[in-house]
């Protein structure tokens, strides 16, 4: 079993920065893929990031590209979500999210989300 755990969120001006924090219980921490995704009020959850394993390849929405950059820490079983240039339609609650087989549409393991409001 793993559990996620995530950090970080807050009120922020448009244009300012955050860093989320996911800490990550479990031996095999470094072997899964991760991943962010986010849920506005209203809408559906949307992916954010991911970062894989080995390697750490990293992909990101459209939406975040260029403004959100997600990595990882194995040896502190942690990945980040550092966001940059805050719009208010970034406004949501982010998730973090883990998955075993990197192939696999479907994420295993998820955090309970924390709040991240953009003011204009």
């Known amino acids: 079993q793993v559990q996620l755990v995530e950090s970080g969120g807050g009120l922020v001006q448009a244009g300012g920065s955050l860093r989320l924090s996911c800490a990550a219980s479990?031996?095999?921490?470094?072997?899964?893929?991760m991943g962010w995704f986010r849920q506005a009020a209203g809408k559906e959850r949307e992916f954010i990031a991911a970062?894989?394993?080995?390697?750490?390849?990293?992909y990101y929405a459209d939406s975040v590209k260029g403004r959100f950059t997600i990595s990882r820490d194995n040896a502190k079983n942690t990945v980040y979500l550092q966001m940059n240039s805050l719009k208010p339609e970034d406004t949501a609650v982010y998730y973090c999210?883990?998955?075993?087989?990197?192939?696999?549409?479907?994420?295993?393991?998820w955090g309970q989300g924390t709040q991240v409001t953009v003011s204009s």
């Open positions: 999210a883990a998955k075993v087989v990197a192939r696999s549409p479907e994420y295993d393991y």
């Open positions: 479990g031996r095999t921490f470094s072997t899964y893929t």
């Open positions: 970062i894989t394993w080995p390697g750490g390849r990293s």
